[in-house]
């Protein structure tokens, strides 16, 4: 498969081939000349397919391209996730919690080259992950909310979460909702990052920190919600379905937490 136009990760013919045998659920991974051991499926997105994989002598997370797409915009979306692992030890460097294993791995998928994702897997964290976008991914399996939750006990629990949204800002990471996870370290929620490839580093203004601040505690919230066990968000249905996370509602937990945020930000002007 030598013919045809090329693109960043070769020839389109190839690519196709590549694709096409991947949507009829063929999946030959080879690396080091050797096929890997595939598992099953850890989550799902736009860009990116995780499967579990034997990597050397221990299990790890696989990511390959999404099959959703065509081959242009297939290696498009796959340029921007290969930023993942330097926008990763950036964000660890800063002091955020993120995968500790995030590489480029040199493979063939179906007898095509390729470079695929590695990572670590989250069960293999020490600490719980609730993903935003895989509940399945959630590592959760028990109940993490305190006894008799209500708004206020909610929004002094997840406050754990204000000083990393402040350091999000104040070093001036700006993440879409995709990257935005919570971890629990010690049971409290902390933010976890994860999908670096669209992170950028750029200040934010002044104006701007009040609507940045209620965006990165909005999406921290879903993340959070996402990755309760089905069974404890049934229930605290009421309490998590009522007006205190209605986003504009002046009382709810996205406001009140935003605005500790931002007095945070305002009596701190340095980053930390």
Known sequence: MTDGPTTE?????????MLDSMRKGELEIIYSGKPLAM?????????KTVYEAVIGDSNYALAVPNT???????TQKWMVA????????????????ANPT????????????????????????PYQIMDGKNSRSSTVTK??????????????????IVPDIQRLIQNSVRVGGDSINVCLVDGQPRIFLSDLGNVQFEAFSEEQIPAISEMY????????????????????????????????????????????????????????
Request: charged share 20%; hydrophobic share 35%.
């Open 217 to 272: 505690v909005a999406h921290a919230l879903s993340a959070f919600i996402n990755g309760l066990t089905e069974a404890e968000y049934r229930k605290h249905k009421a309490f998590l379905e009522s007006e205190h996370f209605k986003f504009n509602n002046p009382d709810n937990v996205t406001q009140g937490l935003s605005k500790r945020v931002q007095t945070s930000i305002s009596g701190n002007s340095d980053s930390i």
């Open 39 to 47: 598992g099953g499926k850890l989550g799902e997105g736009g860009t």
């Open 143 to 160: 109940d993490v909310l305190p006894s008799g939750v209500d708004g206020d006990s909610f929004e002094e629990y997840f406050a754990h």
């Open 68 to 74: 959703v797409d065509g081959v242009e915009r297939m």
């Open 82 to 97: 290969l930023q993942e692992p330097a926008n990763t030890e950036r964000v660890k460097a800063i002091g955020f919690f």
């Open 102 to 125: 995030c590489k480029a791995l040199p493979v063939s998928i179906n007898g095509v080259s390729f470079t695929a994702l590695q990572m670590t897997r989250y069960q293999d964290l």
């Open 9 to 17: 990760f070769g020839n389109t013919q190839a690519l196709t081939h």
